[in-house]
């Protein structure tokens, strides 16, 4: 019913800077609590940063002061700004997104995943 759809990601050099978008799409939803997860190959899926409906943010050891995590109520998107990225950033970083949708009986509340998008850092 709402489809989230990540880019931005590619080849960048350790130190270097990518940011992804996070863009929902549909109709009578309302995007609640966000979070990006990353996944590298043979490694269980992880939580990097999240942001709630109220813009407080969390984020992962491995990344704070690193990354940062925002939305754009707005235009349905949340954006993560990744800086001074490491080869250990290296992964599929996929958006996962806590979603309202308004039907006609009832408000239905579900997660979304995105497709993912690959960010590779080169050492």
């Known amino acids: 019913q709402v489809q989230l759809m990540e880019s931005g990601g590619g080849l960048v050099q350790a130190g270097g800077s990518l940011g992804l978008p996070c863009a929902a799409s549909g109709s009578a939803f309302k995007l609640n609590g966000v979070g990006w997860y990353r996944q590298a190959p043979g490694k269980q899926r992880e939580l990097v940063a999240s942001?709630?409906?109220?813009?407080?943010?969390n984020y992962a050891d491995s990344v704070k002061g690193r990354f940062t995590i925002s939305r754009d109520n707005a235009k349905d998107t949340v954006f993560l700004q990744m800086n001074s990225l490491k080869p250990e950033d290296t992964a599929v970083y996929y958006c996962?997104?806590?979603?309202?949708?308004?039907?006609?009986?009832?408000?239905?509340?579900?997660?979304?995943w995105g497709q993912g998008t690959q960010v590779t850092v080169s050492s």
């Open positions: 942001i709630s409906e109220s813009g407080n943010t």
């Open positions: 996962n997104a806590e979603i309202t949708y308004y039907s006609q009986h009832y408000p239905v509340e579900y997660a979304a």
